[in-house]
């Protein structure tokens, strides 16, 4: 697959189990985007040189849209021989939940993950933290699924 693919992959992905991008929770965009991760390389993204990485992110934002508690799943793509950003690109899964003082209280974070064969490792910690377990199973506000450069 080329990066710029990656959505329109992902998308097939979640209608094949059933699912629209729209109706997911948390915990079914990021098994959908682990499976994606797991399932289906990069074209000329290797792996050893990061260049397909997936990334879980979370916190409390107001990026200009107004404030939210988002958690986030990225795939980032770097193609080999680029210059600086120039074949950097990003599909990023982002859900968004209304501001509370207990989505407050969870200090934003992040994780890397840079091979499939750390996948698993990823995953547990992705879904022991106490941001995936407050929210996985919740119907955000919205959600985003958008590819872009960096």
């Avoid at 997911?24 to 990061?50: I, S």
């Avoid at 107004?66 to 990003?90: H, K, L, P, V």
């Avoid at 990023?92 to 750390?118: H, I, V």
């Amino acid at each position: 697959m080329k990066p710029n693919s990656s959505k329109r992959e992902l998308e097939q992905i979640i209608q094949r189990s059933g699912s629209t991008v729209t109706a997911l929770t948390l915990a079914e965009g990021l098994r959908h985007m682990l499976t994606f991760y797991q399932n289906v390389r990069a074209e000329n993204c290797p792996l050893d040189a990061d260049g397909d990485m997936l990334l879980f992110q979370w916190g409390t934002f107001d990026w200009g849209q107004g404030r939210f508690f988002q958690c986030n799943i990225t795939r980032q793509f770097i193609s080999a021989n680029s210059a600086g950003d120039e074949g950097m690109s990003q599909l990023s899964l982002t859900f968004y939940y209304a501001p509370s003082a207990a989505y407050d209280a969870l200090k934003a974070g992040n994780r890397w993950c840079n091979s499939p064969s750390a996948l698993a490792e990823f995953e547990a910690f992705a879904t022991g933290t106490e941001a995936f377990r407050s929210v996985a199973h919740t119907k955000p506000a919205k959600l985003s699924l958008q590819l872009g450069g960096v």
